[in-house]
């Protein structure tokens, strides 16, 4: 009968705690920033930090990416697979100054999407204008943190890590 009791015991601290587990979790906000269900989720003021890796030029720039709505509705976001990238498609601006990362100037110009409820892709820059930068991110602790690569025909394209933080709707 003992080890019956000594069993029981162990059994009924376990579910207790599973209990407890999971109650915490189901009143834990979630990090997944499109929990809100606005397509929009990505609009608004972001600042945001590149640092490079591997280079003697400068490790790091910030700056401020302003960001609009602006969904896609091509054939191509028909697909289910698609849908989210195309529905939270957002566009707009930086003013990264990028000379002194890259050892060049770079275009205005950015655009993301999510690709699930916690992955972003982020163009910075024109395509194909000395080497746009892309990115892909996630969603932890309240912020954006991924990789970021400078496309370059010849792959000699600079990289690094950023971490992007909403400050404005």
């Known amino acids: 009968m003992n080890e019956i009791t000594a069993c029981h ?3 009924t601290r376990c579910c ?6 999971i109650a915490i979790s189901a009143c834990t906000p979630s990090e997944s920033p499109v929990l809100d269900g606005s397509d929009s989720v990505l609009a608004g003021t972001w ?3 590149l640092y490079r890796k591997g280079s003697s030029q400068a490790e790091q720039v910030s700056g401020t990416i302003r960001l609009r709505h602006d969904p896609i509705g091509d054939s191509a976001c028909s697909r289910a697979e698609d849908s989210i990238s195309c529905r939270t498609h957002v566009r707009g601006t930086h003013d990264l100054e990028l000379f002194p990362l890259l050892g060049h100037r770079q275009g205005e110009s950015v655009s993301a999407s999510l690709v699930d409820r916690q992955t972003m892709v982020l163009m910075i820059g024109e395509c194909c204008d000395r080497g746009e930068i892309g990115a892909t991110t996630t969603w932890r602790e309240g912020r954006f943190i991924g990789r970021w690569v400078e496309g370059r025909i010849d792959a000699s394209g600079a990289w690094g890590t950023l971490t992007m933080s909403r400050t404005s709707d």
């Open 47 to 49: 600042e945001i930090q």
């Open 9 to 11: 015991e162990v059994v």
């Open 16 to 21: 207790r705690w599973m209990c407890i587990l």
